[in-house]
């Protein structure tokens, strides 16, 4: 049970700890294979220190906490354009720029418990595999955890037709992620507006963790907001004297992913006004704001999309040799969206063995699914058959990665 931040622990100083007794065989100990950390390897738009320049004299001056008139205006127009739909119920009021979408993942649960001060025992409603923060900002806030393990039967997402009533009525928050993390799944319309729905009967927030949405292989992911608008706002709850279309729900997205630029820290929130406007109102004097050249750069990378194109062409090629040299070995079939393959190593003694066995026999690093999740009461742990690979790296290493996983386990 996750009931401190000492539960906490990285997935990866878990697994440093499981291999630092571990010497590799000695044809592959000076060419390891790391494919463990999600960290992009695939290179930024060939301008992105040009843009960085152009705004050099930014650093003398605070920047806004609500982001440049020119990043306000980049954000929404990428909104609208990705979402069809969005066009003309968007303003400044439903958008913030973020210092990385992490950042807005903690904070945004703070917010979320001021919303219901009502309830004096709070729960979070976690996805199982689960990324840390999300853990991490419900002990923050003095809540409960509740995981709801994303299984095969479920297409690896959470089910909030499986948590009861007496939970929901105490939720603050349900934390999602589509696509998922490690698994790569896509939310249906109908998975989404069932979690939308029970949010707005139940009134908490629904956080929409959507970073990978811009890699995908032939199904454009949803946005939580996009079935937001299908369902109109006749359902929205009354957050002020007027209804809003995206009341109870918060997206997040950033550029790590989408732009391969996980080191300049840029993001956004989109979602319910009332809640955009209390969230900026806490990043003004908890937030670190956005630094200018940041800022800058932001808004040519959310105005671009030939690099995303390119980025996510990569992917799919890597997605499509691992079909093909893997022949679903691994997997009944290959991931929606992401760039991780969720490796099922049941019949290699489960992902904490294999990892051992694939490091000191090929040199090959894995992360065990097991230390993405939380191990239940029972002793269940929904990653504890797989492990997960990070397709970040060049297709010529990542077909190297695979046949050095078929030599173990082929």
């Known amino acids: 049970m996750l009931k401190q931040f000492s539960d906490i622990q990285s997935p990866f100083a878990a697994l440093r700890a499981q291999l630092t007794s571990i ?33 050099i004299d930014t650093v003398g001056n605070y920047p806004p906490i609500q982001g440049s008139i020119e990043l306000q205006k980049a954000l929404k127009n990428w909104a609208e354009k990705r979402y069809p739909t969005l066009k003309n119920n968007l303003s400044a009021e439903n958008i913030l720029p973020l210092n990385g979408s992490r950042e807005g993942l903690f904070y945004a649960i703070f917010m979320a418990k001021s919303k219901r001060p009502d309830i004096t025992k709070p729960i979070v ?47 603050i928050a349900f934390y999602h992620c589509s696509p998922s993390n490690p698994e790569g799944a896509i939310a249906t319309a109908k998975t989404l507006e069932k ?27 949803l946005s939580a907001l996009e079935t937001a ?9 009354k957050t002020s004297d007027t209804e809003d279309p995206f009341a109870n729900i918060a997206v997040f997205n950033s550029l790590s992913k989408r732009s391969n630029v996980p080191g300049i820290r840029s993001g956004l929130i989109m979602g319910e006004k009332n809640f955009i406007s209390s969230f900026k109102t806490f990043r003004n004097v908890a937030g670190p704001q956005i630094p200018g050249p940041i800022q800058h750069l932001s808004t040519y990378l959310w105005q671009d999309e030939e690099h995303v194109r390119s980025n996510r062409d990569l992917y799919a090629q890597k997605l499509e040799s691992a079909e093909k ?61 797989y492990a997960r690979m990070a397709l ?7 077909e190297e990665a695979f046949e050095r996983l078929l030599r173990v386990f082929g």
């Open 23 to 55: 010497t590799p065989d000695q044809t592959y100990r000076d060419k390891p294979i790391d494919l463990t950390i999600g960290a992009p390897r695939h290179p930024a738009p060939n301008w992105v220190q040009e843009k960085l320049d152009e705004a």
């Open 125 to 171: 409603l976690i996805p199982n595999p689960y990324y840390q923060v999300y853990g991490a900002a419900a002990i923050a806030a003095g809540a409960t955890p509740y995981f709801l393990d994303a299984l095969p039967e479920n297409n690896f997402l959470p089910n909030i037709d499986d948590v009861p009533e007496e939970i929901l009525s105490q939720t």
């Open 195 to 221: 979690a939308i729905l029970s949010a707005r009967t139940h009134n908490f927030m629904f956080f929409s963790d959507e970073c990978y949405s811009e890699i995908y292989c032939d199904e454009k992911p």
């Open 229 to 237: 608008m299908e369902l109109g706002i006749s359902l929205a709850n």
């Open 325 to 385: 040299m893997l022949k679903t070995q691994f997997f009944t079939k290959k991931p929606q969206a992401g760039f991780f393959l969720w490796l099922n190593m049941t019949e290699f003694g489960g992902g904490i063995e294999a990892a051992s066995t694939l490091w000191k026999d090929v040199g090959l690093k894995l992360l065990p699914g097991a230390y993405l999740a939380q191990t239940n009461e029972n002793g269940f742990n929904p990653g504890a058959n």
């Open 392 to 398: 970040v790296s060049s297709l010529e290493e990542t």
